[in-house]
């Protein structure tokens, strides 16, 4: 399994974004949604419109370690959800394939992110990075690995530092 890498630099993550925006909304909404919240991929897939909707924040079991997870969601997230649930049904996905009804496949989301990466010249990037992304960037704006933690729902404060507060990349084409 390869390492994937945070986006470190501020002005492509915007680009992304907005390469994302203008090419599939629902793909700009799954990048918005994990650089502002954090989630892993596996969370943002299983989300719902009713769990975001007019919502304040959201509230769920995380998939991977089965705890319980409550935060704010982002102002500028919450913008960007009400813009895309207006006029969906609650149950449907957040993230939905129209063909299936069901979410995107964890393949898709890494096919958006790989191809995204590649457009700005940015690899080793996959679905983790938009989790490192955020992780990277709230820990530089505050350099508080134990708030990081417990926003990670980790449990040890050493997988914390180790995934998300490296200084930089091996790889130099990774912003």
Same mark, same amino acid.
Request: aromatic share 10%; no cysteine.
């Given at each position: 399994?390869?390492?994937?890498? %945070?986006?470190?630099?501020? @002005?492509?993550? !915007?680009?992304? +974004?907005?390469?994302?925006?203008?090419?599939?909304?629902?793909?700009?909404?799954?990048?918005?949604?994990?650089?502002?919240?954090?989630?892993?991929?596996?969370?943002i897939l299983k989300l719902r419109v009713k769990?975001?909707?007019?919502?304040?924040? $959201?509230?769920?079991?995380?998939?991977?370690?089965?705890?319980?997870?409550?935060?704010?969601?982002?102002?500028?997230?919450?913008? $960007?959800?009400?813009?895309?649930?207006?006029?969906?049904?609650?149950?449907?996905?957040?993230?939905? @394939?129209? +063909?299936?009804?069901?979410?995107?496949?964890?393949?898709?989301?890494?096919?958006?992110?790989?191809? +995204?990466?590649?457009?700005?010249?940015?690899?080793?990037?996959?679905?983790?990075? !938009?989790?490192?992304?955020?992780?990277?960037?709230?820990?530089?704006? @505050?350099?508080?690995?134990?708030?990081? !933690?417990?926003?990670?729902?980790?449990?040890?404060?050493?997988v914390t530092c180790l995934l998300y507060t490296?200084?930089? %990349?091996?790889?130099?084409?990774?912003?």
């Open positions: 399994m390869n390492t994937v890498q %945070p986006i470190r630099d501020m @002005n492509t993550v !915007m680009d992304i +974004a907005r390469y994302l925006k203008q090419n599939n909304e629902r793909d700009y909404v799954m990048f918005t949604t994990g650089i502002y919240s954090g989630l892993r991929v596996s969370d769990d975001v909707r007019g919502k304040d924040y $959201i509230a769920m079991r995380e998939k991977k370690t089965k705890k319980e997870k409550r935060f704010i969601i982002n102002k500028n997230l919450k913008k $960007i959800l009400e813009a895309w649930t207006r006029g969906k049904d609650d149950l449907q996905y957040l993230l939905e @394939n129209p +063909a299936t009804h069901r979410p995107i496949s964890r393949q898709r989301a890494w096919e958006v992110m790989r191809n +995204a990466g590649e457009e700005f010249g940015v690899y080793n990037l996959g679905t983790h990075t !938009m989790r490192k992304t955020f992780g990277y960037h709230m820990y530089q704006a @505050n350099h508080d690995a134990v708030m990081l !933690m417990k926003l990670f729902n980790h449990s040890d404060i050493h490296s200084p930089s %990349p091996r790889d130099p084409k990774t912003s």
